[in-house]
């Protein structure tokens, strides 16, 4: 993993924590919120509509992550599903690792 790809890791672990703010708030019965776009590029503050249980459906798998359609960078990370609203990246090798180890509820 280099420098690079490191930043980007990081960038994505840190748009999940501030999710994981939103998920706490969240009132898991019904609805849906706004979760950041936790894909790799720091300018990217866009939302994604989702409720509560789709997810928590991702954030299963520490090495996946939440983006935009589009938003996801093919040489860090593979594109596991699309959905008109969001596309579900996962990332795996040294960088899967890496975000795994930033996910808040493995600490
Ligand atoms: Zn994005």
New binding site residues.
């Given amino acids: 993993m280099d420098a690079r790809e490191k930043r980007m890791a990081e960038n994505e672990a840190l748009f999940r924590e501030v999710n994981e703010r939103v998920q706490e708030a969240a009132e898991h019965g019904g609805g849906t919120y706004d979760y950041f776009?936790e894909?790799a590029?720091v300018d990217?503050t866009?939302r994604i509509t989702l409720a509560p249980a789709e997810y928590e459906a991702i954030r299963k798998d520490a090495k996946q992550l939440v983006?935009?359609p589009n938003?996801y960078t093919p040489e860090i990370e593979e594109l596991v599903a699309e959905h008109e609203s969001h596309w579900i990246v996962r990332k795996d090798g040294e960088a899967g690792e890496y975000v795994e180890k930033l996910d808040p509820r493995a600490r």
Avoid: A, D, G, M
């Fill in positions: 776009c894909c590029n990217c866009f983006v935009l938003h």
